[in-house]
């Protein structure tokens, strides 16, 4: 599983969002299996865009999921997010417990988005 887990602010466009998510991209390749965000966000009519663009669920991260990541703090995500990266940890809290953070948080030129992929390790039995 290859999350996307997207940050962004109320007046995101589409745009900002893709390029947020391009950027992280350029460093991952496999396949992504659903976009993630913070609850509240979730039903941004950006994302939605987004993600039906993609034909790609969107996964909601509750707060309390999401302030409990091992993400990198950012002085511009308010406490309620616990004060680190909601792209970072929306994709560790959707890719499951065993998630490994593959691309830290990508912004977008216009700084109003930002992006990071997770996922979980396949092991060979």
């Known amino acids: 599983?290859?999350?996307?887990?997207?940050?962004?602010?109320?007046?995101?466009?589409?745009?900002?969002?893709r390029a947020a998510l391009h950027a992280a991209q350029h460093t991952h390749s496999a396949p992504l299996t659903a976009l993630a965000t913070a609850a509240d966000k979730a039903d941004h009519p950006a994302l939605l865009q987004l993600a039906a663009?993609?034909?790609?669920?969107?996964?909601p991260i509750h707060q309390?999921?999401?302030?409990?990541?091992?993400?990198?703090?950012?002085?511009?995500?308010?406490a309620r997010y616990g004060a680190h990266s909601v792209a970072e940890a929306a994709a560790?809290?959707?890719?499951?417990?065993?998630?490994?953070?593959?691309v830290g948080r990508c912004v977008s030129p216009d700084?109003?988005?930002?992006?990071?992929?997770a996922s979980t390790e396949k092991t060979q039995a």
């Open 53 to 59: 663009e993609l034909q790609l669920p969107i996964i």
């Open 1 to 17: 599983m290859s999350v996307a887990g997207l940050g962004f602010r109320a007046q995101c466009s589409v745009a900002s969002l």
């Open 92 to 102: 560790l809290a959707a890719a499951g417990p065993a998630a490994v953070l593959r």
């Open 111 to 117: 700084r109003l988005a930002t992006a990071a992929i």
């Open 64 to 78: 309390p999921l999401l302030v409990t990541q091992a993400a990198t703090p950012s002085a511009h995500v308010p």
